[in-house]
């Protein structure tokens, strides 16, 4: 992190588009752009849920979301930056094949690293 009060501004900046680019293409099921965001060690672990570590174990799991849920959309509410934490509150639109609609509210922390994401933890209900 930089020691000015600037460059901390557009580092801040820079973390949140990063987030919300990487949610973007969650949003789109484009599995390669989401791939192209996650650091080689990135982590996911959504609520009560066992953390998957590297790329393609994370990628594994949004894969099986994407066949398994019709709608799976992530949509901030608002973010929150300190330093390499993105805080996001989220609202999640959810539909299994032939249900309706579920609308939930969800919380997020994005750690990144180096332009990419490096972990991520999603709560919801």
Do not use: K
């Amino acid at each position: 992190m930089a020691d000015d009060p600037v460059s901390e501004m557009i580092e801040a900046i820079e973390a949140e588009l990063l987030v919300r680019s990487f949610l973007a293409a969650f949003n789109a099921r484009d599995i390669r752009q989401v791939e192209a965001f996650l650091h080689p060690d990135a982590s996911y672990q959504a609520t009560a849920c066992v953390r998957v570590q590297g790329r393609a174990s994370v990628l594994m799991v949004i894969t099986g979301l994407f066949e398994s849920l019709e709608v799976f959309q992530l949509t901030p509410v608002s973010v929150a930056v300190t330093g390499d934490t993105v805080l996001v509150e989220q609202s999640l639109q959810v539909r299994f094949a032939g249900e309706s609609p579920h609308e939930l509210f969800g919380l997020a922390r994005f750690t990144v690293a180096d332009g990419v994401v490096l972990g991520w933890r999603q709560l919801h209900g």
